[in-house]
């Protein structure tokens, strides 16, 4: 099978020959990590079924090459349009079994809605989030975003800031989206530039407008990022910001937390256990890195912090913390992997976090840190942690019907060449999204 024929990754009776000479050593594998998990006193049938019915939803924007502001190094077989996106989307969505909805980004990925609802259908996706962008200035736009959008100090700018927004608001509704996810750039990149508090009045006055129109049944994403594209100060820089826009805003408006978009060090699974209690948790973008906003692979730099993160949701669980349901996405920029391939490790790589935070002894990690047992208290995380759970992950995915080897099955595919030669290569050649 590794001097592939181009045959068809989503069909299943592929997905069936690529993992036939597998599942004798993933039910030896299996077996021997269900005695483990017994003689800890854990079932692993029902952490198996957790982790099967684990979903995370791919970026449209991630399955194109991204690029830095220095260079963009093109690969094989690049999505031409949206419809090229969703193509990929199943693809990685057919090995995996984890990734069943797409958030797309307005207007990188305007189509007719009907069209777009018609192809997802056939390719068994739906819609998560809906991204507007009011980052960058799009061609034949009135006015320009260069100092700012939904914050500028012209009103007619905030205008046709809150009208976009609206408009995806829409188009969402017409995809069967349920949520917004508002990020904007704006901010300043000197001392003085911007009147800070008015700056922030300013937003939650067009975020007000943008709330008032969304359907009864969404919700309002606020993603918060530190910095850039401004480099002083970013209105929506932190989760406090975000915090007390979204209790501003009511009921149906909630933080979303991109892993990427904090100052280096910040604890992050402490700001996702602060904004559980506040009830405010909307959501999550998944991505690792190591200095910035990195977009790199999740779980490639740091997993015991993804492990930490996903740790407090279980604990959230585990306390019956009501109404906690934060949307999963994935936001990563790829550029020197396959974005497919990348896209069908980091959905692996939040089950693994997921499925590790699910061994953790909760009742023995009570009663140590009641006892201010400091040291069996750290060892009970990382016991969860070391344990290898990629046979449960595999199973997992057998389970729905995907790939034991969701990498080697696609290898074996040979899809990216089939792209190659269906998708040219166009001679524009773009900065990437960071
Ligand atoms: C931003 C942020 C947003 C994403 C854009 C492309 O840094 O992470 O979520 O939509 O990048
Ligand atoms: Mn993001
Ligand atoms: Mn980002």
């Given at each position: 099978m590794?001097?592939a024929?181009?045959v068809?990754?989503?069909?299943?009776n592929f997905?069936?020959?690529?993992?036939?000479?597998l599942?004798?050593e993933?039910e030896?594998?299996?077996?021997?990590?269900t005695?483990q998990?017994?003689?800890?006193?854990?079932?692993?049938?029902?952490?198996?079924?957790?982790v099967?019915a684990?979903?995370?939803?791919?970026p449209?924007?991630?399955?194109?090459t991204?690029?830095?502001r220095?260079?963009r190094?093109?690969?094989?077989?690049?999505p031409?349009?949206v419809?090229?996106?969703l193509?990929?989307?199943a693809?990685?969505h057919?090995?995996?079994?984890?990734?069943?909805?797409?958030s797309l980004h307005?207007p990188?990925?305007?189509?007719?809605?009907?069209?777009?609802?018609?192809?997802?259908?056939?390719?068994?996706?739906?819609?998560?989030?809906?991204?507007?962008?009011?980052?960058?200035?799009q061609?034949g736009q009135?006015?320009s975003y260069k100092?700012g959008?939904?914050?500028?100090?012209?009103?007619?700018?905030r205008?046709?800031?809150?009208?976009?927004?609206i408009?995806c608001i829409?188009i969402?509704e017409?995809?069967?989206?349920?949520?917004?996810?508002?990020?904007?750039?704006d901010?300043?990149?000197?001392p003085?530039?911007q009147h800070?508090?008015?700056?922030?009045?300013?937003y939650?006055?067009?975020?007000?407008?943008?709330?008032?129109?969304?359907?009864?049944?969404?919700r309002?994403?606020i993603?918060?990022?530190?910095?850039?594209?401004?480099?002083?100060?970013?209105?929506?820089?932190?989760?406090?910001?975000?915090?007390?826009?979204?209790?501003?805003l009511?009921?149906r408006?909630?933080?979303?937390?991109?892993?990427?978009?904090?100052a280096?060090?910040?604890?992050?699974e402490m700001i996702?256990?602060?904004?559980?209690r506040?009830?405010?948790?909307?959501?999550?973008?998944f991505?690792?890195?190591?200095?910035?906003?990195?977009?790199l692979?999740?779980?490639?730099?740091d997993?015991?912090?993804?492990?930490?993160?996903?740790?407090?949701?279980?604990?959230?669980?585990?306390?019956?913390v009501?109404?906690l349901?934060p949307?999963?996405?994935?936001?990563?920029?790829?550029?020197v992997t396959?974005?497919?391939e990348?896209?069908?490790?980091?959905?692996?790589?939040l089950?693994r976090a997921?499925a590790?935070?699910?061994?953790?002894d909760?009742a023995?990690l009570?009663?140590c840190?009641?006892?201010?047992?400091?040291?069996m208290?750290a060892?009970?995380?990382?016991?969860?942690?070391?344990?290898?759970v990629?046979p449960?992950l595999a199973?997992?995915r057998?389970?729905?019907?995907?790939?034991?080897?969701?990498?080697?099955?696609?290898?074996?595919?040979?899809?990216?060449?089939?792209c190659?030669k269906?998708?040219?290569a166009?001679?524009s050649?773009?900065?990437?999204?960071?």
């Amino acid at each position: 099978m590794n001097d592939a024929q181009p045959v068809n990754p989503r069909d299943p009776n592929f997905i069936s020959q690529c993992n036939a000479p597998l599942r004798a050593e993933l039910e030896a594998d299996y077996d021997a990590l269900t005695l483990q998990l017994q003689r800890r006193g854990l079932k692993i049938a029902p952490i198996m079924h957790a982790v099967a019915a684990f979903q995370v939803a791919v970026p449209s924007w991630g399955v194109g090459t991204g690029g830095t502001r220095f260079a963009r190094f093109p690969g094989p077989g690049e999505p031409r349009n949206v419809f090229d996106k969703l193509e990929d989307c199943a693809v990685i969505h057919a090995l995996s079994g984890a990734t069943p909805t797409v958030s797309l980004h307005l207007p990188w990925d305007q189509a007719e809605p009907q069209e777009l609802r018609e192809r997802a259908r056939e390719l068994g996706l739906g819609f998560d989030a809906v991204n507007s962008n009011t980052f960058q200035d799009q061609r034949g736009q009135a006015l320009s975003y260069k100092f700012g959008s939904l914050t500028h100090t012209d009103p007619a700018v905030r205008e046709q800031a809150v009208a976009h927004n609206i408009h995806c608001i829409h188009i969402g509704e017409a995809l069967g989206s349920k949520a917004l996810t508002l990020w904007i750039g704006d901010g300043a990149n000197f001392p003085g530039q911007q009147h800070l508090a008015h700056a922030f009045e300013r937003y939650l006055e067009s975020a007000t407008k943008i709330y008032a129109a969304l359907p009864a049944d969404w919700r309002l994403l606020i993603e918060h990022k530190m910095y850039e594209p401004a480099f002083y100060a970013t209105v929506i820089q932190d989760w406090g910001s975000s915090l007390m826009a979204a209790q501003s805003l009511g009921t149906r408006a909630l933080c979303l937390v991109d892993l990427g978009h904090h100052a280096p060090h910040v604890n992050i699974e402490m700001i996702v256990a602060r904004l559980i209690r506040a009830g405010k948790l909307g959501g999550f973008h998944f991505n690792d890195s190591k200095y910035g906003d990195d977009d790199l692979d999740a779980g490639s730099i740091d997993p015991y912090r993804l492990f930490l993160i996903f740790n407090e949701l279980v604990d959230a669980q585990w306390r019956r913390v009501s109404a906690l349901q934060p949307a999963h996405m994935l936001d990563q920029s790829h550029n020197v992997t396959d974005p497919i391939e990348s896209l069908i490790n980091s959905a692996i790589e939040l089950q693994r976090a997921y499925a590790q935070a699910l061994l953790v002894d909760r009742a023995q990690l009570a009663d140590c840190q009641q006892r201010n047992d400091v040291l069996m208290a750290a060892l009970a995380l990382k016991r969860a942690f070391t344990t290898d759970v990629t046979p449960i992950l595999a199973r997992a995915r057998l389970e729905r019907g995907a790939a034991i080897d969701p990498i080697g099955a696609y290898r074996a595919s040979a899809y990216r060449n089939q792209c190659a030669k269906l998708r040219p290569a166009s001679a524009s050649s773009r900065s990437g999204i960071v």
